[in-house]
Structures are given as C-alpha cells and as structure tokens.
C-alpha cells in the first residue's frame, strides 16, 4: 500500500519536455552540415573545378589538341586496353571467391579472405615492385622470359597484372556479405527441383547479387583506369608504349606542360564524375532490391 501510494504521488514528467535521444538543437544540426559542405567543397569541388578551368585556360582548341595528341591518344588507349583485361578477370576471380567464401565451408577460409583484402594494407608501390622482383631481370625466371623473348615488366602483360592485383578485392568485397546474408536456401531450394549448378548459378545466385556485382565493377573500373603507384613501377614510363593516364599526366606536368596535364586531367576527372553518377544510381537499386528481398517480393 506505501508502495503504491508513492508512485501515485510521483509527479509525471511534462510531456512537452521531453526530447528524442537522437534529436540535436537546430544550431548544432546546421554547423554540422556547414562544417561537411564546407569541407566538401574546399577538398573535393574547388580541386575538380580547378582542374576544368586550367585545362581550358588557352581554349577548347589547345584543349582538344592536347588530347588527340598521340602520345595522349596512346596513353588513353592503354588505359582501356588494362581496364577491358582486368576488370573481366576480377569479375571472374569475385564471383567465384564469393560464392565459395558464402556459400560453402572449407579449411583455409579465413585465409582466403585475409587475402582478398591485401592489396588494400599493402602499398601500391609496394605491390608493384613485387611484379619488379618476379618478372624482372635479376629475378630468378626474368633472365629466362627475356632469352624466350617474354615481356613482363615494362610492357603491357606486367601493367595488367599491377592492376589486377590492385583491384581484385572491390568485386569480392561487395558480393561476400550480400550473399552471406541471403543464405543458401534459394540455391538448395533450386537443387531439390532438378536444377544443374550452372542454372542454380545464372538463375538463382546471378540475379539476386547483380546490382552489388555491377557496383562492385564500377569502383574496379575507376580504379583501374585510376591507378599509379603499382603502373608507375613496372611501366617503365615509356611515353606512347607503357604510359597510363596518370603516368602521362604526371610526364606532362614534369615537363611544364601545365594545359596539356590538366587536360588529360581532366578525362580522368569527367570519368570520376561519370563514375560517382552511376554509383549513385546503382546504391539506390541495389538499396531497392535489398529491401523487395527482405519483404518477399
């Protein structure tokens, strides 16, 4: 009976005092996001506009120049020619590391995944003078390639293989916890109607990771165009052969050719851009498609 009389006699909180856990007071909510725009802006949105106004400085002429020169048509060139080779083979190396890592157990799992995220500890550069102490001259079997005429380092096979390296996880890396989530039973429900296990794979597992897998092959392509340490290292800077992008950017800038490096620049830049769009695009349906998953649709 006390009992009961004290919580009766405890007065109750106004209600109109009382806030959300989560709620911030409008002062505090607008510096925030003045403090990130402003960031923003400064770091990411000045630099991108400085660089369109420096390569168009002495106009769309000179600009047009500096791009359809041959060695910048040769560096763009090379450029696609890695992206088109590697971003097939770590399509290829992320599907299947994926399903093996979700959908199945195996001894050395861990080991697999320890793996898969090493190109992101190590250092580009680092990765690329691996490719230096394998393939290169004074490697144990680069007297040999080079006595049979193969070409590693400072040639084509040896930038594909820097970039391959460096771009490997982002395809595995999107497709491991999505299907982790989704489990196995719409592949075991596949078997027990008399499906093979590529038509379990192309019709089951394929479409339900394919927003994730088309994300995952945005960001290996922006990084393999993108790339420069490892390409830097094992190119061997050879202007109209080996020269990426970057590479003959960082050349023309070396060179005080400010215009020229600002305009090949800035087809990097416009690609970042062009890359950010369909990001955008793909996270919003791949967000939808999560979400008609989760609710049964």
Not at 60 to 83: H, N
Not at 270 to 286: G, M, N, V, Y
Request: glycine share 8%; aromatic share 12%; hydrophobic share 55%.
């Amino acid at each position: 009976m006390v009992l009961e009389a004290s919580f009766d006699a405890a007065p109750a909180a106004p209600a109109e005092t009382w806030t959300p856990p989560t709620s911030e007071r409008p002062l505090v909510k607008w510096t925030l996001v003045g403090i990130a725009l402003a960031f923003l802006g400064f770091f990411l949105f000045l630099p991108l506009v400085a660089v369109f106004v420096e390569a168009l400085r002495g106009g769309v002429g000179i600009y047009f120049d500096a791009i359809t020169e041959p060695d910048a048509v040769a560096a763009i060139r090379l450029t696609l020619i890695v992206a088109a080779i590697a971003v097939p083979c770590n399509l290829v190396f992320g599907l299947a590391a994926a399903w093996a890592i979700a959908k199945f157990r195996f001894p050395g799992k861990s080991l697999l995944i320890t793996l898969i995220d090493l190109p992101f500890s190590v250092s580009p550069v680092v990765s690329g003078l691996v490719f230096i102490l394998l393939f290169g001259s004074q490697s144990l079997i680069g007297p040999w390639l080079i006595s049979n005429g193969i070409e590693i380092v400072f040639a084509i096979p040896g930038i594909v293989l820097a970039t391959i390296f460096v771009t490997f996880p982002f395809v595995a890396r999107e497709l491991i916890p999505l299907m982790q989530e989704q489990g196995t039973g719409d592949e075991e429900a596949a078997l027990s109607l008399g499906a093979s296990g590529w038509q379990t794979f192309l019709y089951v597992t394929l479409p339900n990771v394919k927003w994730a897998l088309l994300y995952g092959v945005l960001l290996c392509n922006a990084r393999a165009m993108g790339e420069f340490g490892a390409v830097s290292v094992v190119s061997g800077h050879i202007r109209g052969l080996t020269n990426t992008m970057p590479l003959h950017v960082e050349i023309l800038y070396n060179e005080y050719s400010f215009q020229a490096a600002f305009a090949v620049a800035s087809l990097l830049a416009l690609l970042a851009l062009i890359t950010l769009s369909i990001k955008s695009f793909l996270e919003w349906r791949f967000a939808d498609g999560l979400k008609a998953q989760r609710s049964g649709h």
